[in-house]
């Protein structure tokens, strides 16, 4: 299969702290992608990151690319209670066929 | 501009029943893709269709069948249902690849099959 995996599996935390998800993918990339998922709705696009990039950020969220280790980690920085939600990596290699993880369920105490 | 709209956001269906799921993507995006969600298997590609043609099919049975219009809404058909099709269905528009590659979705449609 070439659905990434995404860990912690589960990940609960503070209002305030940071919050970091990795994400591991198995196959060549043209980009990645982070998308949330509020319980039982879609999913939202937050960030996308290219292959020839390493670092990229929007807002409060931080990605990282590690196309060596075929891997990416998500930063979600001074947590809020409305960032409780599950977070999926989607890799991308050709036309609109994406692959997502299996998510890690966030859950932001206030 | 509005989203992606998908009907209906619930049904209820009893096995070997069929079952279409209709999506409507945003306007001016001539990609929509289709999504099954299940706790178990998570998000797994069905289908993408651009222009009325389907470019991509995903790793399921021929009992999974869509098709897009020419306004290019589209809709999903499920033949012979299964207890294991109950799951989340997503649709996913987006402009052509070589764009971002980001996909906005629908709210989904649940499907209970009993």
């Known amino acids: 299969s070439q659905q990434g995996e995404e860990d912690p599996q589960a990940l609960s935390i503070q209002e305030g702290e940071n919050a970091t998800m990795n994400c591991s993918y198995k196959t060549s990339i043209n980009n990645l992608q982070w998308y949330r998922q509020n319980s039982g709705r879609g999913l939202v696009h937050l960030i996308l990151i290219r292959s020839n990039e390493r670092e990229k950020h929007s807002g409060r969220l931080r990605v990282t690319l590690d196309t060596s280790k075929k891997s990416s980690s998500l930063l979600i920085t001074a947590s809020r209670a409305a960032d409780t939600a599950s977070y999926f990596c989607?890799?991308?290699?050709?036309?609109?066929?994406?692959?997502f993880g299996t998510g890690t369920s966030l859950t932001v105490i206030p | 501009k509005a989203g992606v709209t998908q009907t209906p956001r619930y049904l209820i269906k009893t096995r070997g029943q069929q079952v279409t799921l209709s999506c409507s993507p945003i306007s001016g995006h001539r990609s929509v893709s289709w999504y099954q969600q299940t706790p178990g298997q998570g998000l797994q590609f069905l289908f993408e269709?651009?222009?009325?043609?389907?470019?991509n099919k995903g790793n399921f049975p021929g009992r999974f069948s869509g098709r897009q219009f020419s306004n290019s809404r589209s809709e999903m058909n499920v033949s012979t249902l299964e207890l294991g099709d109950s799951a989340l269905y997503l649709c996913?528009?987006?402009?052509?690849?070589?764009?971002?590659?980001?996909?906005?979705f629908g709210e989904g449609s649940r499907l209970t099959v009993l």
């Open positions: 269709y651009f222009s009325e043609t389907q470019r």
């Open positions: 996913a528009s987006s402009l052509p690849s070589g764009n971002t590659g980001e996909l906005f």
């Open positions: 989607a890799t991308g290699s050709t036309g609109n066929q994406f692959y």
